[in-house]
């Protein structure tokens, strides 16, 4: 079993087949997950609907669209969707996990970067012309 978290998901199972690991991060619409995928075992990345807007409808809507946005996307620098799910109520994105650290906390630790360093990573961001989920790999 996994740790105990103030995070009320931490440690729950949704949809019969994803345990939730840990708290990722949280934005104004949802919360981001790590997760096991149970049947094969790998990392996945669960983005669930905020608990505050689970019971607005109009939430909801935009939530799903955005899953059916996401899943069209193809492009090696945007993360991959796996699946939309619903459980009890709760609607979350399935998501590939990508290991690595967040661009930000890799400029806060790292400080001011030579052109020779920023130039990479920029190219990288710029390959996709608009800001869904870039992957984005740091030395």
């Known amino acids: 079993m996994y740790a105990l978290s103030t995070e009320p998901l931490v440690g729950q199972t949704l949809a019969t087949k994803y345990a939730i690991r840990r708290l990722i991060?949280?934005?104004?619409?949802g919360v981001v997950y790590l997760a096991s995928e149970l049947e094969s075992g790998r990392d996945v990345v669960l983005k669930c609907l905020a608990e505050h807007w689970l019971h607005d409808p109009e939430a909801v809507a935009r939530f799903e669209r955005e899953a059916r946005r996401l899943d069209s996307l193809r492009h090696p620098n945007i993360v991959s969707m796996l699946g939309f799910e619903k459980d009890a109520g709760r609607a979350f994105l399935v998501m590939e996990y990508?290991?690595?650290?967040?661009?930000?906390?890799?400029?806060?630790?790292?400080?001011?970067?030579?052109?020779?360093e920023s130039v990479p990573i920029a190219a990288q961001i710029l390959k996709v012309s608009f800001s869904l989920s870039p992957r984005v790999t740091f030395p």
């Open 25 to 29: 991060g949280r934005g104004g619409v």
């Open 98 to 116: 990508v290991r690595g650290r967040p661009l930000s906390e890799y400029m806060a630790t790292r400080g001011s970067s030579t052109l020779e």
